[in-house]
């Protein structure tokens, strides 16, 4: 009897309902009508099944309304799959959201028509990098603009907060704006508001460079690259100060396996690697790196010995775990068995030579991703690529070059204003903007040294700008390390052997001006100056071997 009655409830369900799942409704109540025996287990089943007849049958009966069945495509590999419905009626209460879905959308899409008549592309220059430069005319009006600017003669232009456009209805007129296309339609930047009639232009130079904080930007440039080549100047504090910092930025530390530096002795390297990890190694051997280098004779600045401290901090924060590796790319000579400019004489050829082959044997080999460090005359593309470079490319890796600069765009009294705006420590890439557009010499140099025909788009991809240039210091090591100390002697004896002559290195400031105001050569006294010594014949000659690290 109750299976009956049970029977005659399902035929309330919907056909494609009872055809999918009646047989087990069937089964579960027999199965409990079997083992559910006496008057008071019958009360309860049929009181399950009145509450679960109350709430699944108007379920059920939506659900029917429109009822999706898969009709599968012979291979789901190389075919797609279709859906399609089944045959019924749809419910009044669907038919109604549709409507009303579709006359909201259709409006909002021929209002957006209506407006988009006001708006012409005027021209627009896909630059390399992912910043591009998009040229617009405007005549009318864009809705949800909420801040506005005067531009003299040439109307009102306001940006909202969503980066929409509007221009008054005064005239015509073209923007030029920034555009991140990786933004989406919102990823206005900039914006530059021109009269109406104006010829427009998207040359490079007349659009805004994306300004970015430098450790943000140095990080997305290592995501994005396997090798990061930062061209720095020597003992600058500023420079340093921020790359300390950087080191010990977690998410620097993640994307970074090697620091490959300039300034640093290669014979050190296994004082070094033992430092940088955490280990006791006495400092007066680990400081031999930069104190012995090869390319550097005189005394080093400071600020190296701290950077080295820095990535050492950073390590021991996480040990461990994941470290950076100091990896030092100056020829391992050895100064103790170094007598004459002879014995220096190979060591000195081939030092951009040896810093590409540790590149490759210590990074491009082990497949690390690093950020090399070294003088930005070593990396600058005056020619074309360097030797490091070159030598990175041919493993088939493509670098990202930063180079260090200044607000000095020509004479060392040019200085260019559009600076002054600029967030500190900051990274610019170079494409497509005005920064570009400078002559690279003059900004690397501080003025120092004068334009050439070379833009700082064509010499480097970015642009690390870490103050004006009338900020930035020079750190020295102090005189008291140098006068009459073992060091300070035998730093004499070098530079002997380098220049020919004694030398004067000792200085009462340990902090100067990064690039000093050129002054006129005096005249020399007492007869004129001590030639420099001529070019040693072992300047042709290959690398010693290398001998075991220290």
Avoid: C
Wanted: hydrophobic share 40%; proline share 8%.
């Amino acid at each position: 009897m109750s299976e009956k009655m049970y029977a005659l409830m399902l035929r309330l369900y919907p056909a494609q309902f009872r055809a999918s799942f009646g047989e087990e409704a069937m089964q579960l109540v027999r199965d409990r009508v079997r083992d559910e025996q006496g008057a008071w287990a019958k009360v309860r089943l049929w009181a399950d099944l009145a509450v679960d007849l109350a709430a699944s049958l108007p379920r059920a009966r939506r659900r029917s309304d429109a009822v999706l069945v898969v009709v599968p495509a012979h291979s789901s590999h190389v075919a797609p799959q279709f859906d399609v419905l089944q045959q019924g009626v749809p419910n009044l209460r669907a038919i109604a959201y549709g409507a009303m879905f579709s006359a909201v959308a259709f409006g909002a899409l021929f209002t957006w028509f209506g407006y988009s008549r006001n708006y012409r592309e005027v021209h627009m220059v896909q630059g390399p990098s992912k910043h591009d430069l998009l040229a617009l005319s405007y005549s009318g009006r864009h809705p949800g603009a909420r801040r506005g600017s005067e531009v003299p003669g040439a109307g009102t232009l306001a940006v909202s907060d969503e980066s929409e456009i509007k221009v008054s209805r005064k005239s015509a007129h073209i923007v030029l704006a920034s555009w991140r296309s990786d933004s989406g339609p919102s990823g206005f930047q900039s914006t530059q508001l021109l009269p109406a009639g104006a010829q427009s232009s998207a040359e490079p130079q007349t659009s805004q460079p994306n300004v970015q904080g430098a450790t943000v930007a140095m990080i997305e440039a290592i995501g994005a690259h396997q090798i990061v080549m930062l061209g720095e100047a020597h003992g600058d504090k500023q420079e340093y100060e921020w790359l300390n910092v950087l080191v010990k930025n977690r998410e620097f530390d993640q994307r970074v396996d090697d620091i490959v530096v300039e300034f640093g002795n290669s014979l050190y390297q296994k004082s070094v690697d033992r430092y940088i990890a955490g280990e006791d190694v006495p400092m007066g051997q680990v400081e031999k790196a930069w104190r012995n280098m090869i390319g550097s004779v005189g005394p080093p600045s400071p600020v190296y010995g701290e950077f080295y401290a820095a990535v050492r901090a950073a390590n021991m924060k996480h040990r461990g775990k994941h470290q950076i590796r100091i990896v030092l790319g100056d020829p391992y000579g050895d100064w103790e068995k170094i007598n004459d400019a002879e014995d220096v004489g190979p060591y000195l050829a081939h030092r951009d030579e040896w810093y590409a082959q540790v590149v490759k044997d210590e990074v491009l080999a082990k497949d690390h991703h690093a950020l090399l460090i070294m003088g930005s005359g070593h990396f600058l593309r005056r020619n074309g690529t360097g030797l490091v470079e070159s030598t990175i490319r041919s493993a088939g890796t493509i670098p990202y070059l930063v180079v260090f600069g200044t607000n000095a765009i020509g004479g060392y009294d040019n200085l260019d204003q559009r600076f002054d705006s600029w967030p500190v420590p900051a990274i610019v890439a170079l494409a497509g903007n005005w920064v570009g557009d400078l002559p690279a010499m003059p900004v690397v140099t501080g003025g120092m040294a004068p334009a050439t025909p070379l833009k700082l788009s064509d010499a480097a991809d970015a642009l690390l700008y870490v103050g004006p240039r009338d900020s930035l210091t020079e750190v020295r090591m102090p005189r008291a390390e140098l006068d009459g100390t073992p060091y300070g002697n035998e730093i004499a004896r070098r530079l002997t052997i380098q220049m020919g002559h004694p030398v004067n290195f000792l200085f009462d400031q340990t902090e100067v001006p990064q690039f000093p105001r050129p002054q006129p050569q005096p005249q020399p006294t007492g007869g004129p100056r001590p030639p420099l010594p001529p070019m040693p014949k072992s300047i042709h000659d290959p690398l010693p071997a290398r001998p075991p690290s220290q």
